[in-house]
């Protein structure tokens, strides 16, 4: 079985939670779909959380939240932060002892750097299996592997339908969405489902496609109506 987990942004307390009900055996595999940080309350804990599972095989993709917060650190890029509210994850990692620094690598935990730098076997920009194509946010569905493009990834969308290179359900995050989506016509599963912004934590066991959610402490009723404005 797969479990693939959406957006987390944050909050810790319904990521253990969510994993503490997925029903994983040892030969299961979990996928995190990206963008573990930033809106919640602690990012850092999220983070710390993802690199001791254990009960299982596990894959974190890199999220645009993660690729910005890099940026922030490696280069100096104040602006990769803007508009990604980050300022709740800097908090979390300063009352946890690390005051994370523009242009500052070292003052990010190594074990966490690993992480959002893709250095762990299990870090990766996309994982594809017979049936699904795991990404954080989008994929071309009419471009071979070669071709596909990281920003789309990392931010984009799912097109392309009705491939000659793709047969697989793309599973994706980003987007938020007010219940597990499954858009069979337009290929793909979408699975963020809110968490960080009012909504709930989800996860999708493939490929039974049974729905896990977790509650947050910020959970609005009204988040999606919020969100469209």
Same mark, same amino acid.
């Given at each position: 079985?797969? %479990? /693939?987990?959406g957006?987390i942004?944050?909050?810790? @307390?319904? #990521?253990?939670? &969510?994993? +503490?009900?997925?029903?994983?055996?040892?030969?299961?595999?979990?996928?995190?779909l990206?963008?573990?940080?930033?809106?919640?309350?602690?990012?850092?804990?999220?983070?710390?959380q993802?690199?001791?599972f254990?009960?299982?095989r596990?894959v974190?993709l890199q999220?645009?939240?993660?690729?910005?917060?890099?940026?922030?650190l490696?280069?100096g890029?104040?602006t990769?932060l803007?508009?990604?509210?980050?300022q709740?994850?800097?908090?979390? %990692? /300063?009352?946890?002892g690390?005051a994370?620094t523009? @242009?500052d #690598?070292?003052? &990010?935990? +190594?074990?966490?750097?690993?992480?959002?730098?893709?250095?762990?076997?299990?870090?990766?920009p996309f994982?594809i299996?017979?049936?699904?194509?795991?990404?954080?946010?989008?994929?071309?569905?009419f471009?071979?592997?070669q071709?596909?493009?990281?920003?789309?990834?990392?931010?984009g969308?799912?097109?392309?339908q009705?491939?000659p290179?793709?047969?697989?359900?793309v599973?994706?995050?980003?987007?938020?969405?007010?219940q597990?989506?499954?858009?069979?016509?337009?290929?793909y599963?979408?699975?963020?489902?809110?968490?960080?912004?009012?909504?709930?934590?989800s996860?999708?066991?493939?490929?039974?496609?049974?729905?896990?959610?977790?509650?947050?402490?910020?959970f609005r009723?009204?988040?999606?109506?919020?969100?469209?404005?």
């Amino acid at each position: 079985m797969i %479990y /693939a987990v959406g957006d987390i942004h944050g909050e810790a @307390g319904a #990521l253990r939670a &969510l994993l +503490e009900e997925l029903p994983v055996q040892p030969s299961d595999l979990v996928v995190f779909l990206g963008d573990a940080i930033n809106r919640g309350p602690d990012g850092c804990g999220c983070v710390e959380q993802i690199l001791a599972f254990d009960r299982c095989r596990k894959v974190f993709l890199q999220g645009n939240h993660e690729e910005a917060m890099l940026m922030f650190l490696e280069e100096g890029a104040v602006t990769a932060l803007t508009g990604m509210d980050a300022q709740p994850t800097l908090d979390a %990692y /300063a009352a946890a002892g690390y005051a994370l620094t523009p @242009g500052d #690598l070292s003052s &990010l935990p +190594e074990s966490h750097l690993r992480l959002y730098a893709q250095a762990y076997p299990w870090t990766l920009p996309f994982y594809i299996t017979d049936d699904y194509i795991f990404t954080h946010a989008g994929w071309d569905l009419f471009r071979p592997l070669q071709m596909q493009n990281l920003g789309v990834l990392r931010w984009g969308k799912v097109t392309g339908q009705e491939s000659p290179f793709w047969t697989q359900t793309v599973v994706r995050g980003h987007v938020p969405v007010p219940q597990v989506t499954f858009a069979r016509r337009k290929q793909y599963i979408g699975v963020d489902t809110g968490c960080g912004l009012g909504g709930l934590l989800s996860a999708v066991a493939l490929p039974t496609e049974e729905v896990y959610t977790a509650r947050p402490a910020s959970f609005r009723p009204d988040w999606y109506s919020r969100l469209r404005g």
